[in-house]
């Protein structure tokens, strides 16, 4: 049975090998990958992390909903950024904004809203639908 390359695993297979070697580590407006974010101590967030990384949206979520229950300081910004990755990559743009404004939000008091900005911003635009404008499309 053959598989088909997922380009979102491989670019973020390619994120993870820069991140060992060093050659990323803080969001610069080249950008075009979004930072990963380890928590501390919540199991569940780092699962979340986890599971974003090799493209496992639904598992991502998931983990990241039940992180939110427990999580608190900077794991739970965390755990928000992971969910609003996640909803906005399913598509869920509507269930997605509330959480990634509590994400931006809480995420200032940790020195992280510009890493949680970026990323929201990277994850907007790669996984939100091109509209055609019919105008120009009949030119």
Known sequence: MSR??????????????????????????????PTLLWPKESIAASQSTKALVIGHTGRAVKFAERALENAKGYDRVVALHNLCLGLLRQGEGARATPVCTEAQTTSVAYDMQTVVEANIGLTRKAFTPKTTNVAEAAR
């Open 4 to 33: 088909a390359k997922n380009p979102l695993r491989i670019s973020l297979l390619a994120l993870v090998l820069s991140l060992s070697a060093g050659a990323a580590g803080s969001a610069q407006a080249d950008q075009r990958t």
